[in-house]
C-alpha cells in the first residue's frame, strides 16, 4: 500500500534522467476551465506555494484526506513546514506535483484547488500517482484533467508503467481510472486496490494501426 504524498517514503535521491531536466517545469503550464467556467493554470507546484498548501489543506474533508492518503491524517500534520518543504519542493527528476491554481482577478489572491503527484521510479520504469481536488470542486472535470496531464508526463519521461492506489468504495477515482484505461489488480489480503495503465511510449504506433 502507498499514498505517495509521503515525500520520504519517495525514492532514493538522485535516481533520475530528464526530460523534466530537458525541458524545465515551465512546459507543463497549462491553462484550463472548469465545467463552470472557472479559468485554471495547471502548473508544477513551487517552493513559494506553501501557504496555498495550508489554505488547500484547511479545505479538505475528513473523506477526502481519507481516500487521499489511504487513511487518515490529521490536518496539522498535513500542513507542518517540515513536510511542506518536501511536498512543495522542486526536484522535478523524482517527483513532480502539478496544481491547479485559480486568481482571484488580475493580481489578486491565488489558490490551489487540486494537487496532482507523480512519483518517478526510474529503475523500475514505473511510476505512481495521488491525486486529491478540494471538496468543494470536486465533480468540475479538474481530478480527470490532472490525470490526463500525469498520463502524458510519465509517458512522455519514458515510464512503461503508471500505477496507483485507490480505497474500493472511491468510486469516482475507479471510474476515472477506468476510463483512462486502467486494469484493476486486487492483491490478495490488501484492502486497497492496485490500477495501473501500460504506458505506450510516445511516437510507438498502436499495434495494427501500419
Ligand atoms: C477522486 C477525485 C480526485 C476525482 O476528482 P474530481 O475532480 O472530483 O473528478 P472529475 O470531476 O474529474 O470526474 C469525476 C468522475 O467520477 C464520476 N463519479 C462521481 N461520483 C461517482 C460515483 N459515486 N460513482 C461512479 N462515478 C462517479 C463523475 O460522474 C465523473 O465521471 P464523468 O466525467 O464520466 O461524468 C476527487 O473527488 C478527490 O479529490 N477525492 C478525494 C481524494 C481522492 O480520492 N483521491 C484519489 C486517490 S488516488
Known amino acids: 500500500m502507498s499514498a505517495n504524498d509521503h515525500p520520504e517514503t519517495g525514492p532514493p535521491a538522485g535516481a533520475a534522467s530528464s526530460a523534466t531536466a530537458r525541458f524545465g517545469p515551465a512546459h507543463y503550464v497549462t491553462a484550463w476551465k472548469l465545467k463552470d467556467g472557472t479559468h485554471v493554470t495547471i502548473r508544477p507546484i513551487r517552493p513559494d506555494d506553501e501557504p496555498l498548501m495550508v489554505r488547500f ?10 481516500f487521499r492518503y489511504l487513511g487518515p491524517l490529521k490536518l496539522s500534520q498535513r500542513i507542518e513546514h517540515r513536510r511542506l518543504i518536501k511536498v512543495c519542493r522542486d526536484d522535478y527528476d523524482r517527483e513532480l506535483a502539478l ?3 485559480r486568481r482571484e482577478g488580475e ?8 494537487v496532482g503527484r507523480l512519483i518517478k521510479f526510474h529503475d523500475l520504469q ?18 480527470m484533467q490532472l490525470m490526463r496531464r500525469l498520463i502524458r508526463i510519465a509517458r512522455n519521461e519514458g515510464h512503461l508503467r503508471l500505477t496507483g492506489y485507490i480505497l474500493p468504495d472511491n468510486r469516482p477515482m475507479l471510474h476515472i481510472c477506468e476510463k483512462l484505461g486502467f486494469r484493476r489488480i486486487h492483491p490478495i489480503g490488501d484492502p486497497v486496490v492496485k490500477v495501473e495503465l501500460a504506458l505506450r511510449p510516445a511516437g510507438a504506433s498502436k499495434p ?3
Open 57 to 66: 489543506h484547511q479545505t479538505l474533508s475528513e473523506d477526502s484526506v481519507y
Open 99 to 101: 496544481v491547479a491554481e
Open 107 to 114: 493580481g489578486g489572491r491565488a489558490d490551489i484547488l487540486a
Open 126 to 143: 514505473e511510476a505512481e500517482f495521488a491525486v486529491v481536488v478540494a471538496d468543494a470542486y470536486q465533480g468540475s472535470g479538474l481530478g
Open 208 to 210: 495494427g494501426s501500419r
